[in-house]
């Protein structure tokens, strides 16, 4: 289990606050090698807020995310089978003494029609969330979720790929979860301020700071190589948090050789019945917010970033650019809300920023040069893990992602856009062909002609 050194953030964070210019330059310079970032560098990018000095940051961080990364954008959907909860998180609207929210549990039936909302507007990846509680079949439920999701088709469409958002398990439970066939198993401290942990979560079994950090743990020593961390921002300083996280990586990159594949962050929004989510004890504005993103970016450049639809569009498109490689589109938080088709604010976790629908996200992110990618190939090819990593550490990951990326693309465009979002997507579509090189355009334009000529899930 790791363990989070305050004292030792405490004094970095001190040494930082008088960081030079040429400082702050010698670790952009040693990011842009790909080899990421140790602490001290992180407290050092931490400290920057000349105009000047944060314009040459955010410049770095696009070179480091498209060195990486390319220009792609994976988009998924969060599906939330339940909103039951034994926990006392007092930012949350799910909490178990809340009697501002409806509680419901969605039956198999139900997340099967949740399901085909999804798929029948073009997803192909989505990530399960669940309180931390469950209907009478406890654990089994989730498992009982994820069968259900793979096994409901619509036409030519499905889900490939589910992620998992759930509470900490044992290890014979994540091995269960594993089976079942999962990608990426999600789970944030939300904060790893121990005093403030204990404060904001003060009943149940998320009270347990220990137990919690351990999850990832335990994910790995199940089998579980694909995991996804994060923070709540705005319940401690920000800067506390990116140094602890680190900690974090550096911790599961020592004892199982593995990074995550994720990083989430989050903002603290407004939740029914919380006046904490309305009144952020450490509120993060949107230039910290942008920092936040391109140190993360330099720090672990190998990891995908995650922007959720907790934020605005405006907000999303910025961060594009600084290092976001993941966005979730289209999204509800209320179980039912795709087949009902409306966010209800008394079933949901949190007030949305991005309520656009799918296709509208995606006419955006192509208009800004980007390739909306439904990518589920390393999952299924095994490069997870130690081999996700191998690949993406020296930026060779995009010689299979941009491929990847364009044929569930042209998959979208030929079987669910609106024909202005189409018209655009295939203009987009020869413009990166033609910007390729010749092997990974090769490979592309023949994964593109299969697409064309009928065929589905093709990846490589």
Known sequence: MPAIDETAIGQVLAASKAASASQVREVLAKAQALRGLDAEDVAVLASVSDPALLAELFDAARTVKEAIYGRRLVLFAPLYVSNLCGNECLYCAFRATNRAIVRRSLNQDEVAREVRALVEQGHKRVLLVAGEAYPREGFDYVLRCIETIYATRVGHGEIRRVNVNVAPLTVEQFARLKAAGIGTYQLFQETYHRATYEAVHVA???????????AMDRAMEAGIDDVGIGVLFSLFDWRFEILALMQHIRHLEQRFGVGPHTISMPRLEPAAGSDLASQPPHPVDDVAFRKIVAILRLAVPYTGII?????????????????????????????????????VENEAQFSLGDHRPLDEVIADVASMGYIPSFCTACYRLGRTGQDFMDLAKPGLIKEHCDPNALSTFLEYLMDYASPRTKAAGLTLIEHVIEGMQPEPRRRSETMLEAVRSGRRDVFC
């Open 204 to 214: 149940g079994p998320k009270s347990d700071f220990d137990w919690r950090i351990g």
């Open 307 to 343: 922007m959720s639809t907790r934020e605005t569009p405006k907000m999303r498109q910025e961060t594009f650019a600084l290092g976001v490689s993941q966005i979730s589109a289209g999204s509800r938080t209320n179980p039912g809300g795709y087949a009902e088709g409306k966010d």
